[in-house]
């Protein structure tokens, strides 16, 4: 069965500081990637996605991120962070067998 | 448009009461799935309706899990008795109909249920 891994549970950043949060899976076949992010007391937003193509993408607020099938990774990354970016950072892959599965979270503080 | 409702946004109940969960989807999703995060944890896939009918529901944990979608709209999930391992967050999300590849594979999720049992 497939499964994603997100390696940072909790990420405390200052202002302005650059952001790289991993997700890798485990699947060899085609694969759709996502990132979504919850923010407190809010419902999980799409971030980014990839389907196939360039494998940078870019997403909202500034986000992107960077499949690199050799890896399986999906790392997603972002120049310089600021305090509304504090959330919750879900990695997710869909297969086409089943609905998605979710990595563990990423919980990131940034700190003003 | 409106997105992903449910409701209600925090249940709490004591073991063995029953407990059903609303998921309104987003109009014209003919998919519907839930999840579940518990402790903190992945989320993870429970079952998913197209329209009415139930497509997969490998996912359930358990017979004391029941979902329903009766005419292809809202959807329930329904726990009875609750248990305490059944305290997690439960994600509703819907996407459109058709092909679940490419630009209509994307899910569109609820702000979630808090369940806690005591």
């Known amino acids: 069965a497939q499964s994603v891994s997100q390696h940072n549970h909790h990420v405390i950043l200052s202002e302005a500081a650059s952001l790289e949060l991993g997700c890798n899976y485990s699947?060899?076949?085609?694969?759709?990637l996502f990132w979504y992010v919850q923010y407190p007391g809010q419902h999980l937003q799409l971030l980014l996605k990839?389907?196939?193509?360039?494998?940078l993408v870019k997403g909202i607020k500034g986000f992107e991120a960077e499949f690199i099938k050799s890896k399986f990774s999906f790392n997603l990354r972002k120049p310089s962070v600021q305090w509304s970016d504090t959330a919750e950072y879900f990695c997710a892959v869909y297969t086409g067998r089943r609905a998605l599965t979710f990595g563990s979270g990423t919980r990131l503080q940034v700190q003003p | 448009e409106a997105g992903v409702t449910q409701f209600p946004s925090h249940s709490v109940i004591e073991k063995g009461q029953t407990v059903t969960l609303r998921c309104d989807p987003i109009s014209g999703h003919d998919n519907l799935y839930w999840y579940r995060r518990v402790m903190g944890k992945e989320i993870k896939f429970l079952l998913h309706?197209?329209?009415?009918?139930?497509?997969?529901e490998s996912g359930m944990p358990n017979n004391r899990f029941l979902a329903e979608r009766t005419g292809g709209t809202y959807s329930t999930l329904k726990v009875q008795p609750a248990e305490l391992e059944d305290s997690g967050v439960y994600f509703c999300?819907?996407?459109?109909?058709?092909?679940?590849?490419?630009?209509?594979?994307?899910?569109?999720f609820g702000a979630g249920t808090r369940l806690s049992v005591l």
């Open positions: 309706f197209v329209k009415e009918s139930k497509q997969d």
């Open positions: 990839y389907f196939s193509g360039d494998p």
């Open positions: 999300a819907s996407s459109q109909s058709g092909s679940t590849s490419g630009s209509r594979n994307i899910q569109y």
């Open positions: 699947y060899g076949g085609t694969v759709n």
